[in-house]
Each structure stands twice: as C-alpha cells, then as structure tokens.
Nanobody, 127 residues
Framework: QVHLVESGGGLVQAGGSLRLSCAASERTFSSYAVGWFRQAPGKEREFVSAISWSGGNTGYADSVKGRFTISRVNAKNTVYLQMNSLKPEDTAVYYC????????????????????WGQGTQVTVSS
C-alpha cells in the first residue's frame, strides 16, 4: 500500500506561482509512475501532468503546457508540480496518483490506470 500526501496548495493571484509536492510512504516509490490530476467544482477530474519513475518521460495537458513542470526526487520519495503563470481556470483540488510499472519510461494520462491516490490539495487562483 502506498500512502500519498499532497501539499503546497493555497490562494494565489493570477500570474503567480505555486509548487505542489506529492510525498510517498513507499520506499520503492522510485518504481512508480506518478500523475497529477485536478477537479474543479461541478467538473470531472482531469489529467494535468505525469512522469515516469525514471523522471525521463513526462506528459502535460495542453491547458498547462509551458506553464507547469513536473519533476521528481526519488531519494526523497517526492514528486513536484511547479505551477507558473497561474490562471483563475487553474482553480481546483489537485490530486497526485501513483502506480507501479516495470518500465522506467511508462506514464499514463488515464486516471483509471492509477492504483493509489492522495487526499488532494486546494489551489485557488484569484483574478
């Protein structure tokens, strides 16, 4: 069982930045692909970004490409989401999710493929 804890959310003005962290309890977290998803009120959960366990492969939703950067430090069992140039439409609860995979290049945009989820952290961007 992998326990994930997100942190770093908060209230920021449009154009500002936040860095989210996803910390894992599992010592073999370095073998897990990780994704970030978000859910705004009244909307479905949507893919934001994902990273392979090697860190060498990443993916982004078109809506955040060029503004958000995903990274990881396996020695710290932590994945980060650096969010710059934030917009009001980025307001949502952000969740990280993880799944084990043997291939170090693997990541997925599908929420259904992730086995473990954090509790979420609120990001609010004011205009």
């Amino acid at each position: 069982q992998v326990h994930l804890v997100e942190s770093g959310g908060g209230l920021v003005q449009a154009g500002g930045s936040l860095r989210l962290s996803c910390a894992a309890s599992e010592r073999t977290f370095s073998s897990y692909a990780v994704g970030w998803f978000r859910q705004a009120p009244g909307k479905e959960r949507e893919f934001v970004s994902a990273i392979s366990w090697s860190g060498g492969n990443t993916g982004y939703a078109d809506s955040v490409k060029g503004r958000f950067t995903i990274s990881r430090v396996n020695a710290k069992n932590t994945v980060y989401l650096q969010m710059n140039s934030l917009k009001p439409e980025d307001t949502a609860v952000y969740y990280c999710a993880a799944r084990y995979h043997s291939r170090n290049t693997y990541y997925t945009r599908s929420a259904y493929e992730y086995a473990y989820w954090g509790q979420g952290t609120q990001v609010t961007v004011s205009s």
